[in-house]
T-cell receptor
Framework: AQSVTQPDIHITVSEGASLELRCNYSYGATPYLFWYVQSPGQGLQLLLKYFSGDTLVQGIKGFEAEFKRSQSSFNLRKPSVHWSDAAEYFCAVGAGNYGGSQGNLIFGKGTKLSVKP | NAGVTQTPKFQVLKTGQSMTLQCAQDMNHNSMYWYRQDPGMGLRLIYYSASEGTTDKGEVPNGYNVSRLNKREFSLRLESAAPSQTSVYFC?????????????FGDGTRLSIL
């Protein structure tokens, strides 16, 4: 069965420090992988996605993620964190819009990021 | 800069009441979705609409109905609300390049059923 694990429930980093949020997935075929960010009281915003091709993908707000098939991972990174990055981050895996699986993403439980001044 | 707009933002219902959650997007997206978010459960897909005039069930459709009124609007109806439907409901939309997965989300409707 498909699953997504985000091992870290809560991470605190200092402003200006680098960030890596972990995501591991279980999926039988080549997955579609996504990272979303949710600020308090708001909906999710798509940060980046991986469908195929280059395993290092760039997203909005200076984020990037690397797909590592051998490790079943899709970790999110940012070289220098800003206070405005404090939010909850969700990794998700899906089958795309083939085989009737449109929109049926499997979400991780999220990692809450706090940023120290 | 509206994006995806959901109304209402908060609602309290009594068991057995009905209501419709409204969603509209102004990005000319073809696909729209309804999710519910519950603590410890992540987001779960209720219904989606791949294009105007079509709707399909997601993971947790029981107790809900949807209407894709036009390209902009996608409503979610609870015919007879139950306490188990207490949740935060998110509407989302996407264009073709996200592989049929949600791209923009509304700010949510927080629904409590007593």
């Amino acid at each position: 069965a498909q699953s997504v694990t985000q091992p870290d429930i809560h991470i605190t980093v200092s402003e200006g420090a680098s960030l890596e949020l972990r995501c591991n997935y279980s999926y039988g075929a080549t997955p579609y992988l996504f990272w979303y960010v949710q600020s308090p009281g708001q909906g999710l915003q798509l940060l980046l996605k991986y469908f195929s091709g280059d395993t290092l993908v760039q997203g909005i707000k200076g984020f990037e993620a690397e797909f590592k098939r051998s490790q079943s991972s899709f970790n999110l990174r940012k070289p220098s964190v800003h206070w405005s990055d404090a939010a909850e981050y969700f990794c998700a895996v899906g089958a795309g819009n083939y085989g009737g699986s449109q929109g049926n993403l499997i979400f991780g439980k999220g990692t809450k990021l706090s940023v120290k001044p | 800069n509206a994006g995806v707009t959901q109304t209402p933002k908060f609602q309290v219902l009594k068991t057995g009441q009905s209501m419709t959650l409204q969603c509209a997007q102004d990005m000319n997206h073809n696909s729209m979705y309804w999710y519910r978010q519950d603590p410890g459960m992540g987001l779960r897909l209720i219904y989606y609409s791949a294009s105007e005039g079509t709707t399909d069930k997601g993971e947790v459709p029981n107790g809900y109905n949807v209407s894709r009124l036009n390209k902009r609007e996608f409503s979610l109806r609870l015919e007879s609300a139950a306490p188990s439907q207490t949740s935060v409901y998110f509407c989302a939309s996407s264009d073709i390049w996200t592989g049929g997965q949600p791209q923009h989300f509304g700010d949510g409707t927080r629904l409590s059923i007593l």
